[in-house]
């Protein structure tokens, strides 16, 4: 019986972005902040994978997986900056990218590690799975709009049974938690998997800026014939960013939608359902992401 199980970490350190070739005025153009030297609380979630052994664990977390990661990990970056801490992290910038990506190969020949995600902060996480500089980036951010769910060709009191209070003719409203993961190759240099600025721009000048303050049956002309259901507006926003993530260099992988605590759904990029061969395996993708830590709507560890 193979498993997996996740451990959560944390370390504090400072880092900057300034690449060599630019002027101190040029980094700080590019990577904002940054290029300065910030510091953060960074959060790890390290999956470890195997079977089950005779004492019902995959690994024993009180005494290989937490000192494995206070000696290889806590220990060497709890407190330093990253750029000088390791020569990873002077070769190449230390995003979050990189960083788990770094993680994961100090950690291999000491646990059978699966997957490492860094979070540097709510809005942002990494993820590596050990498939060469392939990682994937997630940028969360939210928006509030309004909507009615009901098919015109329905009367109220079908529309009613079908769709209940969401049917209700004058609409009402939610505070969207939008999750955006995108795929690529790590650059060597910036440690970047797609311009992170770029990324940024493109979530909120391409869907914040139009779904943000609307009442999506009527400002949205895509929902005049679409039923603005969670489900049918992440693909609306999958459909929106392909393309443009695309023309960046990364891929979209998935669309994290949360339109409540309790109400979420999840879709993939086109390309990651292509690479699929059917919906037993896109089940597994699902359950996989159920699996994962920390999900959108939940707080991050730092304002715990
Ligand atoms: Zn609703």
């Not at 939210?142 to 009191?157: E, G, I, V, Y």
């Not at 049956?217 to 392909?242: C, G, H, Q, W």
């Not at 390309?271 to 919906?279: K, N």
């Amino acid at each position: 019986m193979v498993c997996s199980i996740t451990r959560r970490a944390s370390f504090s350190a400072s880092y900057y972005y300034r690449l060599p070739e630019l002027s101190q005025e040029e980094n700080e153009a590019r990577f904002g902040i940054q290029a300065r030297s910030p510091g953060a609380t960074f959060w790890l979630w390290v999956k470890i994978i195997g079977p089950v052994d005779e004492y019902g664990m995959v690994a024993n977390l009180s005494t290989q997986v937490k000192r494995s990661l206070r000696r290889y990990i806590l220990k060497p970056l709890d407190g330093r900056n990253l750029n000088e801490a390791w020569v990873e992290f002077a070769e190449t910038l230390p995003t979050p990218e990189w960083i788990s990506h770094t993680l994961w190969h100090r950690l291999k020949p000491h646990l059978n590690v699966a997957s490492i995600v860094v979070s540097p902060h709510e809005e942002v996480r990494a993820e590596y799975l050990g498939n060469g500089m392939e990682a994937r980036l997630t940028i969360r951010t939210h928006f509030s709009a309004a909507h009615r769910l009901s098919l015109p060709q329905l009367t109220l009191t079908q529309n009613s049974e079908i769709y209940g209070k969401c049917s209700r003719p004058s609409g009402h409203g939610h505070n969207y938690n939008l999750a955006i993961t995108v795929q690529g190759e790590i650059d060597p240099k910036s440690g970047m998997v797609v311009d992170f600025k770029a990324l940024s721009d493109l979530i909120e000048n391409g869907i914040i800026e139009e779904l943000d303050h609307r009442f999506l049956n009527t400002d949205i002309p895509y929902f005049d014939k679409v039923v603005p259901t969670a489900e049918n507006i992440a693909i609306y926003i999958r459909d929106s960013l392909e393309i443009p993530i695309k023309k960046l260099g990364a891929s979209l992988y998935k669309v994290e939608l949360h339109e409540t605590d309790n109400n979420s759904c999840e879709v993939y990029g086109n390309s990651v359902i292509d690479s699929q061969t059917g919906l037993q395996n896109l089940g597994q993708l699902t359950q996989g992401s159920m699996s994962t830590p920390a999900p959108v709507s939940n707080s991050h560890p730092a304002s715990v």
